[in-house]
Nanobody, 117 residues
Framework: QVQLVESGGGLVQPGGSLRLSCAAS????????MGWYQQAPGKQRKLVAR???????NYADSVKGRFTISRDNAKNTVYLQINSLKPEDTAVYYC???????????WGQGTQVTVSS
């Protein structure tokens, strides 16, 4: 059974940084493209960053240059380094596999990021 446990969120002032972590189990982590998804209040969840099994990365325009996704296959963990946080980054952040044809059906609890002064 797939388990995804996100952590590292919190309340941070604009301009601050956070590092989110996601520990995965129940999947052969190393073969999957993994993604970080953002769900802002009242909005649909959207993909903001993804990383292939080989380490290639891709970012949404809204986060490019500020977010960095990485992975440690030995630890079955994917990370999201978030710098220069803005109030509009306030959201629940989830990790999951990324497949453009078959969206994930299971989601973890996510981790809340709140950017406010």
């Amino acid at each position: 059974q797939v388990q995804l446990v996100e952590s590292g969120g919190g309340l941070v002032q604009p301009g601050g940084s956070l590092r989110l972590s996601c520990a995965a189990s129940g999947i052969i982590f190393s073969i999957y493209t993994m993604g970080w998804y953002q769900q802002a209040p009242g909005k649909q969840r959207k993909l903001v960053a993804r990383i292939t099994s080989g380490g290639s990365t891709n970012y949404a325009d809204s986060v490019k240059g500020r977010f960095t996704i990485s992975r440690d296959n030995a630890k079955n963990t994917v990370y999201l380094q978030i710098n220069s946080l803005k109030p509009e980054d306030t959201a629940v952040y989830y990790c999951n596999t990324y497949n453009p044809v078959t969206p994930p059906t299971y989601w973890g609890q996510g981790t809340q990021v709140t950017v406010s002064s």
